[in-house]
């Protein structure tokens, strides 16, 4: 098949990528500086800009499944461009659209729905590889600097996410579901920063932020202070759907989900000094 990957230098879309060349699928591959990117070889890369769709119009031609993401731009903002970039997609023939829900509703969303085309929407929970934000301070100090240490979440590893959305873009069965998406288990923040430890053979403490401590770190890094919010507010009141483990994964894949002890020993290189 052919098909067109939006948002493809990011955590998952590089795993979408990289799952359907493995299975021999044509990808073009959507990025807003293409020369930067480095993609599978035989992946056609083309420039393009989600808050703009014009600037991408003729990739859509003898494209047969589209994979989407619902913010774009500098800022992660929610798009406001779903109905041209769905319009686009429909006049080009499009099959089959998946979606990767971000932290909240997004117009993208309900263009999709309303559109003509088939469409699946992904909803992940904690990405196992938001994991990496730690690595530096692991390697420097030994340490994690985190709020709300006794948090749960049933994180889920990146390349499940894609291979529930390889399986959307290119089989039938999954047009108008909405797939959550989780790991095998629930975890509280201590027990990976234990698991961590084991894989990366290494002492790691953590050290309890105070809300006002986090929301100055997370200023410091350059998030806006409605991320900040945001995320003081799942962290601290997280949602059942975070941490409630869905057997959607395998239902889908054929395989049981991945857990964060394998993730770990992937990354083990980057967390040791």
């Not at 869905?246 to 239902?251: A, H, K, L, W, Y």
């Amino acid at each position: 098949m052919n098909i067109l990957v939006t948002g493809a230098t990011g955590t998952v879309g590089r795993e979408i990528v990289k799952q359907l060349v493995e299975r021999g699928h044509h990808v073009r591959a959507l990025s807003r500086h293409p020369a930067r990117a480095r993609f599978p070889e035989g992946v056609d890369a083309v420039a393009g800009d989600l808050t703009t769709p014009e600037t991408f119009a003729s990739a859509f031609e003898g494209i047969e499944a589209l994979h989407l993401i619902n913010f774009g731009g500098d800022d992660q903002a929610p798009l406001q461009t779903g109905a041209r970039i769905v319009a686009l997609a429909e006049q080009a023939g499009v099959q089959r659209i998946t979606v990767l829900l971000g932290g909240a509703p997004a117009p993208l969303d309900e263009a999709v729905a309303a559109g003509r085309i088939h469409w699946t929407f992904l909803q992940p929970v904690e990405f196992m590889a938001n994991h990496l934000e730690w690595a530096a301070s692991i390697r420097s100090e030994g340490l994690v600097r985190e709020p709300f240490p006794d948090r749960l979440s049933a994180v889920v590893h990146e390349a499940d996410i894609a291979a529930v959305a390889v399986a959307a873009l290119t089989q039938e069965g999954h047009a108008g579901k909405t797939y959550t998406l989780t790991g095998p288990d629930v975890l509280s923040l201590r027990q990976k920063i234990e698991i961590l430890a084991a894989a990366a053979k290494r002492e790691i403490k953590l050290v309890e932020l105070t809300e006002q401590e986090a929301r100055d770190r997370w200023q410091g890094m350059g998030l806006s202070s409605e991320a900040i919010e945001f995320l003081l507010f799942v962290y601290g009141n997280t949602p059942d759907v975070g941490f409630t483990v869905t057997p959607t994964v395998e239902q889908v894949t054929g395989r049981p989900a991945r857990t964060f002890a394998q993730w770990a020993a992937e990354h083990a290189e980057a967390f040791s000094s």
